[in-house]
C-alpha cells in the first residue's frame, strides 16, 4: 500500500489522511522547500507503519516465546529435505557462527517439520549444562521456513512445544500484504497466534543514503514475572510525546563537528508503550532514526527533512485491526 507524503518546512506537526506534513525551523533560517515522499504502508509485529519508499529493510528479528523465524522461500519438500540434509552435513563438521562453534547433535521427524539439533562447543567442557538449540525446517503453503529455539535441560518438553506452536502459527505473507485475524507480522510471513512474550526489530536503511538508519521495535509481555516500567532517559534532555495512544518520552539530538577527529550525529530516539505490571501483560515501542556518517545538514536528508521523516513515522504507527 503506497500513500503520499508531502512536507512544507514551518512550525508545527501533523499527519492526515497518509499524508505526511512536517513543520519545522533548522539553523540557518526558514526551508520553505516542499519536499514530497511516498510512503509505503508496512505490517510490524501488530502495528502498521508508514515509512517513505526510498527506505529498504536491512534486517529483520522477530521471536515468539523465544522462538525465532526465518523465511527460506518457495520450495517443495524435495527442496526442504537438500536444505535439511546440507545443515546436518555441515554441523557434523563443525560451523562457526557469529563467532561460536555448533556441533551436530541429533535430527529427527515431529510431524511435518524436520528438527535438527546443534550444542555449542565450549572450550572447557565442564562449562557445558546441557543447553541445546532446535531448528524446525517446515513448508506452509509452498513456502519454506526455520523456526529456531533454545533448549533448556529443565524445560526441555516446554521449550519444544514453544518451538512447535509457533511454527505451527506461521504461514508466507508478500510484506505489502496487511493481513487480517489474530497475529503478528514478521519478515515474509504470518505468526497467527495471540499476543504473547514477544518482539519485532526492524531495520530500514535510505536506499540513497546509507547513513540514515531508522529502527523500528515492537515488543509485548505476556504474564511477565517482573514489572517493566516505560522508563524516561535519564541522561538525555526528553519531552513527553504519545506515539499509537501510547504515553512515551521523545529525544532529540544533533551535534555538528567542531574540529578534526570529532563525529557529527543526528539522533532521534522514541521510548512508550504500557508499563507490565508483575503477573500482567505490557507493550514497548522503541524507535530511532539516526544518522552517524557524514554531516547532519548533507542532502538528501538534511537535519529539517530527517525531523520531518521522524514525525510522519510516528505520527503513522498504528496497531492493527485484528478482526
Not at 512536507?7 to 499527519?15: E, G, K, M, P
Not at 526528553?238 to 539522533?267: H, N
Request: overall charge negative.
Amino acid at each position: 500500500m503506497n500513500r503520499k507524503l508531502v512536507a512544507v518546512i514551518t512550525f508545527s506537526f501533523l499527519a492526515v489522511a497518509g499524508l505526511f506534513f512536517a513543520k519545522d525551523i533548522f539553523k540557518g533560517g526558514w526551508d520553505m522547500t516542499e519536499h514530497t515522499f511516498e510512503t509505503r504502508t508496512w505490517c510490524i509485529g501488530r502495528f502498521l507503519v508508514d515509512v517513505p519508499v526510498q527506505f529498504e529493510i536491512r534486517s529483520a528479528d522477530s521471536r515468539f516465546d523465544g522462538v525465532r523465524v526465518t523465511a527460506l522461500g518457495a520450495g517443495t519438500e524435495n527442496d526442504l529435505k537438500r536444505i535439511v540434509q546440507s545443515r546436518i552435513d555441515e554441523l557434523k563438521v563443525g560451523v562457526e557462527e557469529d563467532g561460536d562453534n555448533y556441533t551436530y547433535v541429533n535430527d529427527y521427524l515431529d510431524g511435518l517439520a524436520h528438527v535438527v539439533r546443534r550444542k555449542y562447543v565450549y572450550y572447557n567442557p565442564e562449562n557445558d549444562l546441557g543447553w541445546v538449540d532446535e531448528e524446525a525446517y517446515f513448508i506452509s503453503d509452498k513456502n519454506m521456513f526455520m523456526s529456531a529455539a533454545s533448549i533448556s535441560p529443565e524445560q526441555e518438553i516446554s521449550d519444544h512445544a514453544a518451538l512447535m506452536r509457533v511454527s505451527q502459527a506461521v504461514r508466507p505473507r508478500a510484506n505489502d500484504e496487511i493481513p487480517e485475524g489474530v497475529g503478528a507480522c514478521i519478515k515474509d510471513a504470518f505468526v497467527a497466534l495471540p499476543p504473547t512474550n514477544e518482539s519485532s526489530d526492524t531495520v530500514f536503511r535510505a536506499k540513497d543514503a546509507e547513513e540514515l538508519n531508522l529502527n523500528i521495535y515492537f515488543s509485548h509481555a505476556f504474564n511477565s514475572p517482573k514489572a517493566h516500567p516505560i522508563e524516561k532517559y535519564s541522561y538525555l534532555p526528553a519531552k513527553s510525546r504519545q506515539v499509537a495512544g501510547y504515553d512515551g518520552y521523545e529525544y532529540y539530538a544533533v551535534y555538528f563537528r567542531q574540529a578534526t577527529g570529532e563525529t557529527s550525529y543526528l539522533d532521534h530516539e522514541y521510548r512508550g508503550g504500557k508499563a507490565t505490571p508483575v503477573g500482567g501483560d505490557g507493550i514497548e515501542i522503541d524507535i530511532s532514526l539516526s544518522k552517524y556518517t557524514g554531516e547532519p545538514n548533507d542532502p538528501p536528508y538534511d537535519e529539517a527533512v530527517s525531523r520531518m521523516i521522524w514525525n510522519g513515522v510516528l505520527n503513522s504507527i498504528r496497531e492493527r485491526d485484528a478482526k
